[in-house]
């Protein structure tokens, strides 16, 4: 145990801080919209960061979701997911589709072309985390990857009642 400002803290402490910067620091410079440009300019799509954010997302859900879930996964309102949607529904790189069950509701879709776009911006960004982390060795990806994907459920499952995904 240590003694800080704010009383005695443990080792295991200091280690969630350290967790807590990394992960801040991660969010931070992954999401800043200069990245998100970066793996735009790499992947030669010609798309604004929030349509990468509603592509991914589509893509990451299996290609087809609600708008009302996708404000809520890019964190903004349903006016500015639907800016965006008509920008992607000008550029052709989604659909919007009659939900088969409740034909009021409509459910947004992956063309062919967003599609295409998203494996582009996915396939740019694992080699920019392969550049980024060219000189660890496998078995500490692969362990990396493994635990961070375990805080991503921990963090799911603990706290995020309404989240997307």
Do not use: C, Y
Request: charged share 20%; aromatic share 4%.
């Amino acid at each position: 145990m240590t003694e800080q400002a704010g009383g005695t803290h443990s080792r295991g402490d200091e280690d969630l801080r350290l967790v807590l910067d990394s992960f801040g620091l991660i969010l931070g410079r992954w999401t800043a919209v200069g990245m998100q440009d970066l793996i735009l300019a790499r992947a030669r799509v010609d798309v604004d960061p929030a349509m990468m954010t509603i592509l991914l997302e589509l893509d990451r859900v299996g290609g087809t979701a609600r708008p009302s879930h996708l404000a809520q996964h890019a964190h903004t309102s349903k006016s500015n997911v639907s800016k965006v949607l008509a920008r992607l529904l000008a550029d052709g790189l989604v659909d919007r589709v009659t939900e088969p069950d409740d034909l009021r509701a409509i459910s947004i879709t992956l063309t062919p072309a967003g599609r295409w776009a998203a494996d582009r911006i996915n396939e740019t960004s694992v080699a920019m985390l392969t550049e980024m982390m060219g000189n660890w060795p496998q078995n500490e990806i692969h362990q990396f990857a493994g635990l961070l994907n375990r805080f991503a459920q921990s963090l799911r499952s603990s706290f995020l009642l309404n989240d997307p995904g």
